[in-house]
């Protein structure tokens, strides 16, 4: 397999980098001195500069094999059917890594360093998610969420402990250096579920958003109660046992909030900041990009600097400019921010994983006492289990909808230690704390217990625990039709009734943010164009735009659609061309007047090829074997239940059914204009055209196979209100006519016809309606308008 | 916005709703909070046009069905008891209510479910769905690429699977054997409406 081949060169070359490295370094210390003093005995044409490159060359090389690593695990993984998850892989092929370098070294010379760690590697994932971060779902299941992060994390670290000093207590450890405060501050490290890992494994595992946003914003949120705690017993253990008394507890809680509440007013500071910059890097568009990543990192290292609770601030950094630098910025800019960012977050992520195997395979950290070492798993797991669960209980009480017991478990199961554990026991001073090495021992163990075999279950118990319900396997039609409606009628009702956090606190504050926040923060044109409405009918327009003026060039010019040329134009789906060629009508029996330029529709994706042959498609159709049933399943819409999974380490489109909102919508609101328009005016829509029969009539003779000719919602799109106002003067009787009897010129052209005919509705791109020209007394003689 | 009784007090005939629709105390104000901000313009009853003001409600394929099912028989404007009504059908089913053979079903019972379900297919209310209704429905909820000839062959399995009767239409008690094995509860109620 080349990718084996490919790793296994690099090994070697890595080998032999970390063999000079090795060979070096214990020069170094002699040459570093010489360096300046080297006698040159003679010229020389090249040579070998590894001193000066050392450094630097270690570090891409690194995030170099790291990455390749990545691609192997995912090779492997896509052959195993994403069996194990990704970052157990990886952990795994830093073992081997590791192993490597030890074999070349006899020493660890590469292990995760907690200051690597904490300022290089850690950063731009936390950035990563608060930007990312489903804001409307986070802020409603704040409560709950703090609830959990706080006194959850407080009670695994207490409990953690004190067990553990219980059982040393009692023996079951044999004998060792250490104290209460010592396990409390392990227990505090140890307590945090960690967000890396969090994120690696649900992503992979699909839950409910409540239960996703439960655990991802525990994850975030409790470094603050872990930061505090671990300062705390910290300070204890330096102090001796002796010096505690009430005063010192308290200092302890009020830290607490100093730290928490400090860190995310970092956070949100540096986020307005972001917000105002980009409200005026209008003119620089190229670097605005780089702002949110330089002043994320800043928001981080500056918590850091104050003592504060750096991953908060970060967090609330990216989830408080989200929304106001996506506005501002340039949609360009947007996408480089969206795009670097994951590639960053999954670079470190990648690097995490790789080096968490690498430091493993070192003999001088590792401290074997089974004791110590199961009782922690075993303690770590049962008593999140019961936090979670008295937890949860409580909060149901309060809660319209309570939490099953199934999310519970899942929950419960999915508290996984990562890195962050590690990064603070690797940076325990280990003059004060004797058994550092047993407790970083401990924690790997702990951590690759959680990543790996929790991970690697977590799947398959997520899936049988949801195997209550067993679906017959033949529905037919009716139900399967009927269980998409009432996904639809479901997501309907709830829009009605309101969701949970639709409260008066919630509407208060949204009205408060767009008076005075959004005219601080946002570029002027940006806070114009919030309009829902308009945004998403401004995007349908430019994808016309584009669509028409590639048909003209393909065409040879724009001037095409005058020419009263009756061509059809065809595409292939399969090659992704727009235009396989244009073929000639073949439907002269129905004659349309005198210039009918047919409907296309071009869009660029998935549109099935073609036979303009009738008789041919009606073979083709009788002899295929017509699955009713595979077809539904295809193409039935998506309700929302089903796009509920908001956060993707590698994905950043959020809603990935655009395409399928723009379609109701372009359907839906012919209708909705048509009621808003009476309501309005008082006009009623008694001259609706009826969408189905008449397009049918036509258009399946020639166009048979094409689409779902029904669905040409832009044949009868009327324009948008905002322009009807100006136009639907009873007394002009053109434009009128244009807004009842839009021209059934190719799909691209609906929506920018309404700009440009302001009067001249009776062009040449008018078609002869057939039924229409019945209907209504009041229509003008059709001529030149 | 007060406790729940000071609020309670407001509706009018909030016992009554109560007892018809099973609704808790809280539950009835939550939905008369909602109500009042859905009215956005105080008229003291709802109009279509506040129904698709909602948003999200755009987004969905059936939203003017389900609008009209709020507004039956054609009228333009839904008070709250009538909205409270509806809503009422998805709540989840009370599985400790006794059986009494004399009372009638309760709202958010599986048939009264399975009703509203095939109300919102039949739409001229003759009591089954044609096939022309099908279409409609098929249309609506199937995406823009299904051509005209594909939505008629799964419109006519979809009938030939469920009739019974070979009346070429499906009426109620068809559609609801079909649906026999279908968990009604779990895909036609909202739990926050407990």
């Known amino acids: 397999m080349p990718q084996s081949t490919l790793l296994t060169l690099l090994k070697v070359v890595f080998l032999i980098c970390s063999t000079l490295a090795g060979e070096e370094s214990e020069e170094e210390s002699q040459s570093q001195h010489h360096h300046a003093e080297t006698n040159l005995t003679d010229a020389f044409i090249v040579r070998l ?120 207590l009692g023996g079951a450890m044999g004998d060792l250096n250490i104290g209460l405060l010592q396990f409390l501050l392990f227990g505090s490290l140890l307590a945090a579920v960690d967000p890396v890992a969090v994120i690696a494994v649900f992503e992979e595992v699909h839950v409910n958003e409540v239960l996703f946003i439960w655990v991802f914003g525990e994850s975030l949120l409790n470094d603050g109660v872990t930061v505090v705690l671990y300062n705390v017993f910290d300070a204890f253990v330096s102090l001796g046992g002796s010096k505690i008394n009430a005063g010192e507890i308290i200092k302890g809680i009020v830290s607490f909030f100093v730290v928490s509440f400090g860190g995310s007013l970092i956070g949100v500071a540096f986020a307005i900041i972001i917000s105002l910059l980009t409200k005026y890097t209008g003119k620089v568009q190229i670097i605005e990009a780089g702002f949110i990543f330089v002043l994320g990192y800043l928001s981080y290292l500056t918590a850091e600097m104050l003592s504060l609770s750096a991953i908060l601030s ?89 939490i099953e017991v199934i999310d519970q478990l899942v929950m419960s199961y999915g508290g996984l230690r990562g890195a962050v554990a590690y990064g603070l026991a690797a940076s325990l001073d280990e003059t004060r704390i004797k058994e550092k090495n ?222 399928e909102v723009q379609e109701i919508f372009q359907r839906t609101m012919r209708s909705r204009l048509e009621s808003f328009k009476s309501a309005k005016m008082g006009v009623s829509p008694a001259k609706k055209i009826t969408k189905h029969p008449k397009p049918s009539q036509k258009v399946r003779a020639f166009r048979a196979g094409i689409e779902n000719p029904a669905f040409m919602p832009e044949m009868d799109t009327p324009p948008p209100p905002w322009l009807t106002e100006v136009e639907t003067d009873t007394s002009v009787a053109p434009s009128q006519r244009a807004q009842r009897q839009l021209p059934w010129s190719p799909t691209n052209l609906q929506r920018l016809t309404p700009l440009r005919i302001s009067n001249r509705s009776t062009d040449s791109f008018v078609m002869a309606d057939v039924p229409a020209a019945q209907d209504s007394p009041e229509e003008p003689p059709e001529d030149g308008g | 916005m007060g406790s729940t009784s000071s609020t309670l007090a407001k509706i009018p005939n909030a016992e009554d709703l109560m007892q018809e629709t099973g609704f808790t105390p809280a539950h009835l104000v939550r939905l008369y909070d909602r109500f009042k901000v859905l009215d956005k313009d105080k008229k003291g009853f709802l109009t279509p046009q506040d129904f698709v003001a909602i948003k999200e409600l755009a987004m969905n394929p059936i939203c003017d069905r389900i609008i009209g099912a709020f507004f039956t028989s054609g009228g333009e404007t839904l008070d709250f008891p009538s909205f409270v009504r509806i809503l ?107």
């Not at chain 1, 967090?315 to 949609?331: H, I, L, P, R, S």
């Not at chain 2, 009372?103 to 009703?115: A, F, G, H, M």
């Open chain 1, 49 to 168: 500069n590894w001193h000066h490159v050392e450094n630097p060359y270690l570090v891409v090389l690194w995030i170099f094999v790291a990455g390749v690593a990545k691609i192997f695990v995912a090779q492997l993984n896509a052959r195993l059917k994403s069996f194990f998850p990704e970052s157990g892989l990886l952990i795994i092929c830093g073992f081997i890594l590791g192993g490597i370098v030890w074999g070349a070294d006899k020493a660890q010379t590469f292990k995760l360093e907690p200051r690597n760690f904490f300022y290089f590697l850690l950063p731009q994932i936390i950035l990563d998610t608060g930007y990312f971060m489903p804001n409307k779902l986070f802020f409603s299941n704040l409560g709950a969420i703090l609830v959990h992060a706080v006194i959850g994390t407080c009670w695994n670290a207490g409990a953690v402990g004190v067990s553990l000093w219980g059982c040393y």
């Open chain 1, 314 to 402: 970060v967090t609330f950094c990216g989830v408080c400019c989200q929304k106001y630098v996506n506005a501002n910025m340039d949609e360009k800019s947007v996408t480089a921010v969206r795009y670097a960012m994951k590639v960053f977050a999954n670079g470190s992520e990648t690097m995490i994983f790789v080096f968490l195997g690498v430091t493993a395979i070192d003999n001088v950290i590792w401290v074997w006492n089974t004791g110590f070492i199961c009782l922690t798993i075993l303690f770590a797991i049962v008593y999140r289990f019961i936090g979670v669960f008295t937890l949860t209980w409580m909060l149901n009480r309060y809660r319209l909808v309570p």
């Open chain 1, 438 to 659: 047993l407790i970083i021992s401990t924690t790997l163990i702990v951590v690759y217990f959680t990543v790996v075999i929790q991970g690697l279950t977590m799947k398959p118990l997520v899936k049988w625990l949801k195997v209550k319900r067993v679906e017959p396997t033949e529905l037919k039609l009716i139900a399967k039709v009927n269980n998409r409606a009432c996904e639809h009628i479901l997501a309907a009702m709830e829009d009605i009734a309101g969701r949970i956090g639709d409260n008066w606190w919630t509407r208060g504050w949204k009205r408060f943010e767009d008076t005075y926040i959004t005219w601080f923060l946002m570029k002027p044109e940006a806070r114009k164009n919030k309009d829902y409405l308009f945004s998403i009918f401004h995007k349908l327009n430019l994808e016309d735009a584009v669509n028409y003026v590639a048909e003209g060039e393909k065409r040879g010019s724009l001037a095409f659609l005058r020419n009263g040329d009756r061509t059809n134009v065809d595409f292939d789906k399969k090659f992704g061309m727009e235009f396989s060629g244009v073929m000639p009508d073949i439907t002269s029996e129905l004659d349309y007047g005198i210039d009918n330029v047919p409907m296309t529709s071009i869009r660029r994706d998935s549109i099935p090829s073609v036979s303009l042959d009738i008789h041919e498609q009606d073979m083709k159709d009788m002899n295929e074997d017509f699955n009713a049933h595979h077809l539904l399943q295809q193409h039935l819409y998506r309700s929302r239940k089903n796009h509920r999974h908001k956060y993707s380490r590698s994905d950043f489109k959020i809603n990935q059914s655009e395409d």
């Open chain 2, 88 to 194: 009422a059908h998805f709540r989840p089913i009370d599985k400790n209510r006794p059986k009494e053979p004399t009372s009638p079903d309760p709202i958010n019972s599986r048939s009264n479910k399975l009703k509203f379900a095939f109300q919102l297919y039949d739409q001229d209310k003759d009591g089954k769905i044609s096939r022309h209704e099908l279409l409609q429905v098929l249309r609506a909820m199937l995406e823009k690429q299904v051509t005209e000839e594909q939505l008629e062959s799964i419109a006519d399995r979809t009938i030939q699977e469920a009739d019974l009767d070979r009346d070429d239409a499906i009426s109620f008690e068809e559609f609801r054997k079909s649906l026999e094995k279908v968990n009604i509860d779990h895909k036609m109620s909202i739990r926050f409406l407990r």
